[in-house]
């Protein structure tokens, strides 16, 4: 059983990446008792390591994603998940219609960060489950976050430096998810809670 699941298309460019920086700040907040995580692709190329350019700008930033390798999204995978994260709105619609309830747990890692975000603070010992209940609860309501910037760009086959601003993004995005799941790390800096507070203003 996989509490998180991450998707993206082939599972070899961001959702590695959103895999490794998410794994890395829960273990910050939880240790051993952080959940696990994972991650697949709605085409994933079967059995392939991750890019080398997602390799190498997760080793700048002290994340080792060497030994990934990619899978294919199945039913079994979001059936097992406490919560599904999409790189894209494609994604998480490609994940939300594989079982028949899905679509509650089903959400773009930026769409779910955002209501979050407009939820009571989280602490170290709030349940995944509870908390994935509430923001459904909250979405369900009407509350949306920014339909029209939920994507994270795909960087296949664009420069390193691509690459990097991508690693930069979804880092950030993975920061704020643990924070929204879990509370703030010892670590957790000001302008996260900074960012936060204009992006809903």
Not at 62 to 75: Q, T
Request: glycine share 8%; charged share 25%.
């Amino acid at each position: 059983m996989t509490p998180i699941l991450i998707v993206c298309t082939g599972n070899i460019c961001r959702s590695p990446l959103a895999e490794g920086f998410l794994r890395l700040r829960l273990d910050e907040r939880l240790g051993a008792d952080a959940p696990e995580v994972s991650s697949t692709g709605t085409i994933g190329w079967e059995g392939s390591p991750a890019m080398p350019e997602s390799v190498e700008v997760a080793a700048e930033r002290e994340v080792d994603i060497s030994a990934h390798r990619a899978r294919r999204l199945e039913p079994g995978h979001v059936a097992a998940a406490d919560v599904v994260i999409g790189m894209c709105v494609e994604h998480r619609d490609a994940a939300g219609v594989v079982t028949a309830d899905a679509g509650r747990k089903v959400f773009t890692l930026k769409e779910l960060v955002r209501v979050l975000e407009e939820l009571p603070p989280a602490t170290p010992d709030t349940a995944l489950g509870e908390r994935i209940a509430a923001a459904s609860e909250l979405r369900r309501s009407g509350f949306h976050g920014i339909p029209t910037d939920e994507d994270v760009v795909d960087p296949l086959g664009m420069s390193l430096e691509t690459y990097r601003a991508v690693a930069w993004e979804i880092d950030e995005w993975s920061e704020r998810l643990a924070t929204g799941l879990y509370g703030h790390s010892e670590g957790a800096s000001v302008a996260t809670d900074a960012r936060a507070g204009e992006e809903q203003s």
